[in-house]
């Protein structure tokens, strides 16, 4: 009598032995998810009883007490507990399944009325880092902001290197910073936001109030290589020096080293040097008198100037090499490789936090009760101000101008820009919906079109739950999550599909698909979960928002899509002519399909 000796691999066993004979028929194999399930035919050495009731952990179990088979029967046994609840479940839902229906609908449309409390965190400083109560805490980047305009051609060609474009980019800063919002029943200007380099304190207090409104506003720009950089410093108001040094004395005209110097002379009581040495350090020597001008027919070209009443043109390369130096030397230098191809102008402005500390304790905010909320919206009003402003004077420039594009940057713009787009848009995520639900039709049948609804919808009701449990959305929240989780979930509903469709009874069908349903929930779960410890509050609140998901999607494959296989079953009984079509795609019969006689 011939006999063939095979191996059979089951899920937590590490081999099973078996010996088929001319007298006992060859034992078909079916691998459902990581298990081998056995025929109803005998297996040799093992019960007839066990071989055609159980599944393939069972075998396992009974060849395992044999001695037939090496493997964990701990795992063996919680596999098949799983499954034995499982198949429980299963007859449930098969009995209830339209109560078990009605019920889900009614959870998921619950658990989504929280997208009405949904928050967006639209703060770009918020999604990297921390909120901070006390500004010590916060990096030194976090304390300032900026708000910056740059210059481009629109002919690639176009050369930026020329008097007429940087005038042209003069002229439009000029404007944009003199912009003002009036909130709180207070006018706001730029002095009140921007960052100036600090003065010592004098025993003099006229010689600290006039250094006090000569000091500007720190702006970073290739203007400073030139004399016409001195028009963005002001000071909005001409400063009066006393001893008839002078009445209309701005950055345009002032000579620092002269001015201290003429001072001195009618001035003997007060100590010169602190105030000297404060300009040496700083490097401030003779402002912008010996820069050259860019329209050397300016009426207030001073006649220091390199170029003063000159024809010749001027090099703006050459004045460009090396970078740019602003009124203190020493500390404001402006680098030759910010302008490779543009013309860029940074307005250094004080962040929230800074703002509010400034004007902690002063007059002008005693009335409105000052706090970082309110600096954070004036804050934000004034720099959206200015770039509505850059943007008007762009679309109303002259004919001569038309060869420019000015755009504007800030990090109310970033995150205006945010707020934006994190908002989804019912349409688009309606069309992705439709696509996929044509897919699943197209491919399999459809249940599958129907069973891409039910997870929309789970995703919906997880992003509810989301919101009330006080986890923000963001861009990552509207954009990504939905379509990551949902294709991550249609794998498992495609797999119930295909078991389903070799004429099982939906508890037979959980009894195998739940296994690797659950076992996948609770691994990407798990992991998700697990990288919630990431500093970072965007990444921490996208996973966490991912797990919440995963467990949804889990237990609609589970609970609510058996139930409509349930109803399905009992509508082809009926014969309704919306459940009659079969599947596009039936599965080819080979020794890999399961007989059960």
């Known amino acids: 009598m011939l006999s063939q000796i095979g191996e059979i691999w089951l899920w937590g066993v590490t081999r099973i032995e078996y010996r088929a004979t001319s007298a006992v028929p060859y034992t078909y194999l079916v691998r459902t998810g990581s298990a081998v399930l056995l025929g109803r035919t005998a297996v040799r050495g093992i019960e007839a009883d066990c071989a055609e009731q159980l599944l393939g952990w069972s075998i396992a179990c009974c060849t395992l007490l044999q001695g037939k088979a090496s493997g964990d029967r701990g795992i063996l046994w919680v596999r098949g507990q799983i499954q034995r609840q499982l198949r429980t479940l299963g007859g449930i839902l098969d009995t209830h399944a339209g109560k078990f229906l009605f019920v889900c609908v009614l959870a998921i449309a619950t658990f989504s009325v929280g997208l009405k409390s949904m928050t967006f965190h639209s703060d770009i400083e918020l999604l990297w880092a921390e909120p901070s109560t006390t500004p010590d805490s916060l990096p030194p980047e976090m304390l300032s902001t900026h708000q910056m305009v740059v210059q481009t051609g629109i002919d690639p060609d176009v050369d930026l290197l020329h008097p007429h474009g940087l005038l042209e980019h003069l002229a439009l800063i000029q404007k944009a910073t003199q912009v003002t919002v009036t909130m709180f029943d207070i006018t706001w200007r730029l002095k009140d936001f921007c960052q100036s380099p600090s003065i010592p304190n004098f025993d003099a207090h006229y010689i600290e109030q006039m250094f006090e409104n000569m000091m500007p506003c720190s702006i970073v720009t290739p203007l400073d290589c030139f004399w016409e950089g ?289 076992s996948a929930a609770l691994m990407n779960g798990g992991t998700f979960s697990a990288a919630a410890v990431l500093p970072i509050p965007a990444l921490r609140v996208f996973s966490l928002q991912c797990a919440v998901m995963v467990v949804f999607h889990g237990a609609a494959l589970l609970i609510m899509f058996p139930s409509l296989l349930a109803l399905q079953h009992r509508c082809r009984k009926a014969d309704v002519p919306c459940f009659r079509s079969e599947t596009k795609n039936k599965p080819a019969n080979n020794n890999n399909v399961d007989v059960w006689n």
């Open 230 to 518: 001195s028009k963005l410093l002001g000071p909005d108001y001409p400063v009066h020096i006393p001893y008839r040094i002078g009445n209309q004395v701005k950055w345009t005209n002032l000579n620092p080293s002269e001015l201290v110097a003429r001072i001195k002379q009618k001035e003997t009581q007060f100590d010169y040097h602190s105030l000297e040495d404060y300009l040496k350090r700083a490097g401030i020597t003779t402002g912008y008198q010996e820069k050259p001008c860019l329209d050397p027919r300016d009426p207030e070209c001073p006649v220091t100037a390199p170029n003063y009443n000159s024809t010749h043109p001027l090099d703006i390369g050459a004045e460009l090499t090396s970078g740019c130096y602003g009124f203190a030397a020493k500390y404001m230098h402006w680098p030759e490789d910010l302008i490779p191809k543009a013309l860029q102008t940074v307005v250094q402005l004080m962040g929230e936090h800074e703002l509010y500390e400034f004007w902690s304790g002063h007059y002008k905010v005693h009335h409105i009760g000052w706090n970082k909320d309110k600096a954070t919206l004036v804050l934000n009003a004034w720099q959206k101000k200015f770039a509505e402003e850059v943007d008007r004077q762009s679309i109303s420039k002259k004919p001569s101008s038309a060869s420019y594009l000015f755009l504007t940057f800030s990090t109310a713009n970033v995150n205006k820009i945010l707020k934006e787009y994190s908002r989804s848009d019912i349409v688009k995520l309606g069309v992705v919906l439709a696509v996929a639900c044509v897919y699943g039709w197209v491919v399999h049948s459809g249940m599958a079109a129907l069973g891409v609804l039910v997870l929309a919808s789970s995703a919906a009701a997880a992003l509810g739950v989301c919101s009330l449990i006080g986890l923000p959305m963001n861009l990552l929240s509207t954009h990504v999550l939905p379509f990551i989780t949902v294709g991550l979930a249609m794998r498992d509903m495609f797999l119930i599909l295909s078991t389903h469709i070799r004429k099982l009874s939906p508890p037979e069908v959980l009894q195998r698909t739940g296994p690797s349903i659950i």
